[in-house]
């Protein structure tokens, strides 16, 4: 079992700054990727940015792709997403997942990721 823990949201004004951190402890072993969702109310959890864990491959999507970062310390367990020139659209609640099984092919599935954190709150406002 892993699991998963999320921090650093908030509310910043538009065109601002914030970084999440997420943290995995348990059974990290055999954990081969970590990724970053969000979901606004009323709507699917969309995929944001994954990295694997073996060499480091980020993937993003692309409405967040030159304004996002993420980034990991492997010997912590840890993953942070540097986020620039926030737009209200970003406003959602951000969950951080652990271990897709299947491989980076399935990285934008939500339901490929087996651990999961209780999400952070980010609000933008315009």
């Known amino acids: 079992q892993v699991h998963v823990a999320e921090s650093g949201g908030g509310l910043v004004q538009a065109g601002g700054s914030l970084r999440l951190s997420c943290a995995a402890s348990?059974?990290?072993?055999?954990?081969?990727?970590m990724a970053w969702f969000r979901q606004r109310p009323g709507e699917e959890r969309e995929f944001v940015a994954a990295?694997?864990?073996?060499?480091?491959?980020?993937q993003y999507a692309d409405s967040v792709k030159g304004r996002f970062t993420l980034s990991r310390d492997r010997a912590k367990n840890t993953v942070g997403l540097e986020m620039n020139l926030l737009q209200s659209a970003d406003t959602a609640v951000y969950y951080c997942?652990?271990?897709?099984?299947?491989?980076?092919?399935?990285?934008?599935?939500?339901?490929?990721?087996?651990?999961w954190g209780q999400g952070t709150q980010v609000t933008v406002s315009s």
């Open positions: 997942a652990a271990h897709n099984p299947e491989g980076s092919a399935f990285y934008r599935r939500a339901d490929r990721w087996s651990f």
């Open positions: 348990g059974d990290t072993l055999n954990n081969n990727a």
């Open positions: 990295i694997k864990w073996s060499n480091g491959w980020i």
